[in-house]
């Protein structure tokens, strides 16, 4: 036993189960955009930089985050020239707001006591990259092994945090979504904006990934999550979310249903094959965007969505982290998928509301409606669709479920539903 508590910081959770295993991945491809000589990566640098040094991370009343660097980095990842670059941007910066002092500086000695305080994002923020350049010699990885996984509470834990003031804007996993860029731009400025993301949605998920009693043999075994969500669908024993439910509510609402929580958290069996599971997991989270929405009435879901940029974030992160968080990483998303499907009253994926016909539409058909459509100036829009590119390039698209399910997401798409 000791070995196995020894493994991983925080790794009480790890107790009763067996090693995790790595999930080997290859890299997605990185674009070192700080060093690239090509004039789109110096477009989508400086742009990148304009936003870090000019407006905050949350901006009207700290209850939206800014997704500047999201879109910026799929349009580009997409092919996006610099004039659509540009016109991204622009667009973003009309509703950001500039940074303003936080109440007080964070040091080492008190920096945890202000994790989950919004006020202090710009405290975050100027504490990270103090500590960047003082001791961590401008390497932004070591910075983020450092503080990530530290602690018997490691903010690795964090990662699927959101805003605390609102129930129905409370899981969106921003943090997670926005370390992915960084590794994936290689960009220092979106690193330390996703530590300072991380600390400051901090909130009481953390417990169940901190706590190893959380983790417990489940009367459910599967091995497909979408298995799950479905079988969770039809599960009667979950009382229905009350409309508006406050914050103050939500801790103790998930309390009430945390025996069904925890039943299908640990009943996802994911250590046998985990590489394979993670692949199950990737096609979960394109079907609860598309395949719940019924044909006809363009219902995407904003939380749904959120799954599925997450679940792309994990990709992109996997092949750099230590082999010893990989499962712990997918199960964290796991537990986010969860509280997010129990919410949103636990919709029926069908296939069906898939479409069949693909009248000949490729991806190269699917990506100019992410760059040059009416809604390519949504952030979330144009995430989702590099989301479902990338999982097809990860593991194939033979018999081109993920572009179906891209051309049907991109040909009904009327806004977004909350």
Not at 66 to 94: C, F, P, R, T
Not at 263 to 283: A, M, T
Request: negative net charge; hydrophobic residues 40%.
């Amino acid at each position: 036993m000791s070995g196995i508590l020894s493994y991983i910081p925080g790794a009480s959770l790890l107790v009763g189960r067996p090693m995790a295993k790595a999930i080997v991945l290859p890299s997605v491809e990185i674009h070192h955009i700080e060093t690239h000589a090509d004039r789109r990566a110096r477009c989508l640098k400086y742009l990148l930089k304009a936003n870090h040094a000019n407006y905050a991370i949350l901006w009207n009343d700290l209850r939206f985050d800014n997704h500047n660097v999201h879109i910026l980095s799929s349009a580009y990842l997409l092919g996006a020239n610099e004039n659509q670059l540009h016109d991204i941007y622009n667009n973003e910066i009309k509703d950001l707001v500039p940074w303003e002092p936080s109440p007080s500086e964070v040091i080492d000695e008190d920096w945890r006591d202000f994790l989950g305080d919004k006020e202090y994002q710009r405290a975050f923020v100027d504490y990270y990259e103090d500590k960047l350049a003082m001791e961590f010699a401008y390497d932004w990885k070591q910075e983020l092994q450092h503080f990530l996984f530290s602690g018997e509470e490691p903010l690795f834990h964090g990662l699927i945090g959101g805003r605390r003031n609102s129930f129905k804007r409370l899981l969106l996993g921003h943090p997670l979504i926005h370390l992915g860029y960084a590794y994936e731009v290689d960009s220092k400025e979106v690193a330390m904006e996703a530590l300072a993301l991380t600390s400051v949605q901090y909130n009481f998920f953390h417990k169940y990934l901190d706590n190893g009693s959380y983790t417990k043999p489940s009367p459910l075994k599967s091995r497909s999550p979408l298995d799950l969500l479905i079988q969770m669908s039809k599960d009667n024993r979950f009382g229905k979310v009350p409309e508006d439910l406050p914050l103050s509510d939500m801790e103790a609402f998930l309390d009430k249903n945390e025996s069904l929580l925890l039943e299908y958290w640990n009943g996802w069996d994911i250590d046998d094959d985990p590489k394979k599971q993670f692949e199950l997991s990737q096609e979960a989270a394109v079907a609860l965007l598309v395949a719940t929405v019924k044909p006809g009435t363009h219902a995407y879901d904003f939380f749904f969505v959120h799954l599925l940029t997450t679940s792309h974030a994990v990709r992109i992160l996997l092949p750099f982290l230590p082999p010893k968080h990989h499962v712990t990483l997918v199960r964290e998303w796991w537990l986010f998928v969860l509280a997010v499907f129990i919410i949103k009253g636990r919709p029926l994926p069908d296939p069906d509301s898939v479409e069949s016909d693909l009248k000949g539409k490729n991806w190269k058909y699917v990506e100019d409606k992410a760059l040059n459509s009416a809604w390519s100036k949504d952030a979330h829009f144009v995430k989702a669709i590099r989301a479902i590119r990338e999982a097809a390039r990860t593991w194939g698209d033979v018999h081109e479920r993920y572009l179906r399910a891209a051309v049907t997401f991109v040909d009904n798409f009327h806004g977004w539903v909350h």
